[in-house]
């Protein structure tokens, strides 16, 4: 989906859900996000998933959001840097997670437990070995990301 679809699918009560493990050079994107996140004055409940997203279900669950954002390192044979929005749907045909859990498994339990609208954003990431720092490409990526939702976190509450 475009990006413009993807941000008019943002609604309501919104949780932004980063992943990503710091030891794992661009696999630490979507914490990565959340944490730089933090520092800004949006309307959204943050929580860095780190690598097991798995464990925090139950946070995310009672929270009861209208909207959840993941954010995701995702193999998906692109370039280094692409982004793609998604939604839950769209995960059973596009990317893998870089996570030992199935993100899968963890949004259809999400929805079996509140009525919230699931979107995923996965960055193909360049370097994913472990002991290195994230690659110049994928930091500016994730600043460019970091913008555009606190633009669209702003704007859509006013």
Request: glycine content about 6%.
């Amino acid at each position: 989906m475009e990006l413009n679809e993807f941000l008019s699918k943002i609604k309501g009560r919104v949780l932004i859900a980063g992943i990503g493990n710091s030891l794992r050079a661009d696999d630490a994107v979507g914490s990565y996000i959340v944490k730089k996140l933090s520092n800004e004055k949006i309307d959204a409940i943050l929580v860095d998933c780190e690598d097991q997203p798995e464990r925090f279900i139950e946070k995310i669950v009672h929270h009861k959001p209208d909207t959840v954002i993941f954010i995701d390192a995702l193999h998906m044979n692109h370039e280094p840097g692409s982004v793609v929005f998604l939604e839950k749907k769209d995960l059973y045909h596009t990317g893998i997670s870089t996570h030992q859990t199935n993100l899968k498994m963890c949004i259809d339990y999400i929805k079996s437990r509140i009525k919230t609208e699931i979107l995923i954003i996965g960055i193909q990431p360049e370097n994913t070995d472990f002991g290195n720092r994230m690659s110049e490409k994928i930091l500016d990526v994730a600043e460019t990301l970091k913008n555009i939702l606190i633009k669209a976190l702003l704007l859509s509450r006013f």
